[in-house]
């Protein structure tokens, strides 16, 4: 039996917790956003989670650490790149001369926090020499991620891209094990890898300083936008490709294209500013989307391109692996090369706890089949029972009304035109909402995107909304059958659709849908139910689902539940689990 610990922070803007018992097939993973309610914030993930965990697991991670396997980080080398005068403890822990040392200094941030994560004293509140050092693993950035997108497939064999802004990778990139001597060590922000059940081959990596694909596309982002996360918190990266719909012509596809290989985001920027301006206008805006999206998609193509031949099953991950766009695009290709295109439920940092987790099972031979099912879960986070839910409705009972209600009168409620929250189970990790914490609503009303980006989620007019659709009638609605239970891939809709599904369908005819089948992730979940009832009962095939939340991360308890819902122009919040069906009460 194995247990395994995965973190990632602090101070990490997507800092995560994830925690794997193989025995009993138990896995968690929260995201600490969610608790924080910054969006992407720095937060220190132990302090805030670990208070979360249910006592027996809290019991073998801080009572008994003498039980836990493993420890994974998936940031930073500890001992391998300290500068010379920093000296440890036999402990591990930094001696105070060395603490010292570390806050005088304009230091990297890796070094800068290098006391926390070196001493686990601050988080397990355990006896460091209690645990044996070579429980203790540190993992490459960019393998973690190629983990986490390669056991969360039921595929034995994979070629795996991680594509990101930059993570450090230790010197050993291949090993599994940190225990390794790492004289050296570099950014990198590409990499292709070869699973072959659990052997990894390193096939080849790219450091920053040759080419940063992920800060390329941010200082576009930034270019446009004014910044690269909004007032609110949160990378507009997403933005910038739906703005790309909007324009078609390319015109600015030499200067993109010369600008997206480049690796210091700052001479991006400026090479904009002096062709454009400081402040572009909307046509250029629109402009430069379109051309920077697609000078990614043939940079990426032709990257990815020689080593097509070793693997028909192509992982993406990293935070690069978010441009569904892109995604979608080559599915369409390999499709009909019998190519399969995977992504993983978390493919940003906040995945990188999971990896980490993920490859410490894999060197003890367990990642058994069950298991690696169990990982395919989006719905990892924490639930809640009818007390929490009770609780927090009586402390806003002035300003709500609550009834009994099943689940055929809430689908009838969104027949009529309705915008309906949806409160079930464990809640999703990653960025999409997949069924347990999303607003729901009847594309079939060309009006409705327009309403949920002004009264519900208060952002841009254009952005899209995503399609969530029972897996059978993909190859119906839309022009290629693809596989995204994820919401990580983009496809264009049969023209037949697209006069009946208005609110889902992008300016360029596409949406980015989420696929779900009664055979996998998603048999028993609620958004199966609902697409069942709406299907059989109600003739609608596509019902458009978008996060819980306005402006900030998905909800996370009962509470933001109904704080979002009160301040927001959603209709109902169901909490499904209990068949409870919340109003307004109109003052």
């Known amino acids: 039996m194995v247990r ?16 794997l018992d193989s025995e009993n097939s138990e896995c968690y993973h929260y995201e600490a956003e969610r608790y924080t309610r910054v969006k992407e914030g720095p937060s220190d993930c132990f302090e805030r989670i670990t208070n979360l965990l249910p006592a027996s697991l809290e019991s073998d991670f801080i009572c008994t650490p003498s039980h836990v396997t493993s420890i994974n980080h998936p940031q930073v080398a500890i001992k391998n790149y300290l500068h010379e005068d920093i000296k440890l403890t036999d402990n591990g822990c930094l001696t105070n001369e060395s603490k010292q040392f570390v806050l005088n200094r304009k230091s990297p941030k890796c070094l800068k926090y290098a006391g926390e994560w070196i001493n686990p004293l601050l988080f397990t509140k355990a006896d460091l020499s209690q645990i044996d050092p070579d429980k203790f693993h540190v993992v490459s950035h960019h393998l973690c991620h190629a983990a986490h997108g390669f056991f969360s497939t039921n595929v034995n064999d994979a070629l795996v891209i991680t594509i990101d802004g930059g993570g450090i990778d230790l010197g050993n990139c291949g090993a599994i094990t940190g225990n390794e001597t790492c004289p050296t060590w570099q950014i990198d922000g590409f990499c292709v890898w070869h699973f072959n059940k659990d052997k990894i081959s390193l096939l080849e990596k790219k450091s920053i300083n040759e080419f940063n694909i992920g800060e390329a ?114 599915a369409e290709i390999l499709y009909q090369k019998n190519y399969k295109i995977f992504v993983p439920p978390i493919p940003y940092d906040a995945g990188l706890s999971i990896g980490a987790a993920q490859l410490t099972l894999s060197k003890y031979n367990l990642l058994s089949s069950k298991l690696r099912a169990k990982m395919k879960s989006p719905y990892l986070g924490k639930s809640y029972n009818y007390e929490s839910i009770k609780s927090a409705i009586n402390r806003e009972d002035a300003s709500i009304s609550v009834k009994q209600t099943d689940l055929e009168t809430v689908c009838s409620l969104l027949t009529n035109q309705k915008i309906i929250a949806i409160y079930a189970g464990s809640s999703e990790s990653g960025r999409r909402a997949l069924g347990n914490r999303s607003i729901l609503a009847d594309p079939r009303n060309p009006s409705i995107k327009d309403i949920i980006n002004e009264k519900v989620k208060h952002r841009q007019w254009y952005r899209p909304f995503a399609p969530v659709l029972l897996s059978k009638y993909v190859n119906e609605v839309f022009e290629t059958e693809l596989y995204s239970p994820y919401m990580n891939l983009v496809g264009k809709f049969n023209s037949s659709y697209q006069n009946e599904y208005p609110g889902v369908i992008h300016l360029d005819g596409t949406g980015r849908l989420q696929t779900v089948s009664d055979d996998d992730i998603y048999a028993e979940s609620m958004i199966l139910k609902i697409l069942s009832i709406m299907d059989t009962q109600h003739n609608c095939k596509v019902l458009l689902n978008t996060s819980f939340n306005d402006r900030e991360p998905i909800v996370e308890t009962p509470s933001d539940a109904i704080s979002c819902f009160l301040r927001t122009n959603i209709d109902f919040l169901y909490f499904a689990d209990f068949n409870v069906l919340v109003n307004k009460i109109q003052p």
Do not use: W
């Open 4 to 19: 395994a610990i995965g973190f990632d922070g602090p101070q990490h803007k997507d800092g995560s917790f994830f925690y």
């Open 217 to 330: 596309y941010n200082a576009c982002t930034s270019y446009i936008l004014g910044s690269v996360n909004s007032e609110i918190g949160g990378n507009q990266c997403g933005t910038v490709m739906a703005m790309a719909a909007m324009y078609s012509p390319h015109v600015h596809l030499k200067l993109a294209s010369r600008l997206i290989s480049h690796p210091n985001k700052n001479f991006i920027l400026q090479s904009l500013i002096s062709a454009f301006g400081n402040k572009p206008s909307e046509d250029i805006s629109y402009a430069l989307a379109s051309s920077f999206q697609l000078a990614t998609e043939k940079f990426i193509t032709r990257l990815i391109s020689p080593y097509l031949s070793i693997s028909q099953n192509l992982v993406f991950s990293g935070g690069v692996a978010l441009n569904s766009v892109m995604l979608g695009k080559m």
